[in-house]
């Protein structure tokens, strides 16, 4: 993959997206189509401009917005990406989650972004006696 690339330059974004905040934002419409279908647990929107916002929103509403370790893999068309995401609120606990991010691509930019990430377990992670019982109580229904 070579530093170009697009699921390099995605990555890039990300990486200072933790650094310089708002001023990485003008990056959007040179990695993301103006039709981008982003979804996420909680989130299912089409369009750069609610795209941008949705990134403005997270970087007013937390105090600390990063991501950590950003691995990427794939080609131009298809990559996906794994990480760790930090979030805290103006005050309060670090809230830590580990994410993945699918992204499937056409001429150059990316046209589907899907968030791949667990919001329950990312609420109780700062509180371990919650995580405990969250995964005990996921452990017995699922494994």
Known sequence: MSEGSLPQRVKLFYERISVERDAALEELPKLYAADVRFINPVVDETGIEKFTEYWKKALRQYKTFEFK???????DEFFSMAY???????????????????????????????????????????????????????????A
């Open 69 to 75: 370790n950003v691995e990427v893999t794939g080609t």
């Open 84 to 142: 760790s995401m930090n979030v805290k609120f103006a005050f309060g606990p670090v809230f830590t989650t580990d994410m993945s991010t699918e992204c499937h691509a056409k001429d150059g930019r990316v046209v589907v972004c899907k968030d791949f990430f667990d919001p329950l377990g990312t609420l109780v992670s700062p509180f371990p006696p919650f995580s405990w019982v969250y995964k005990k109580v996921f452990g017995l229904l699922v």
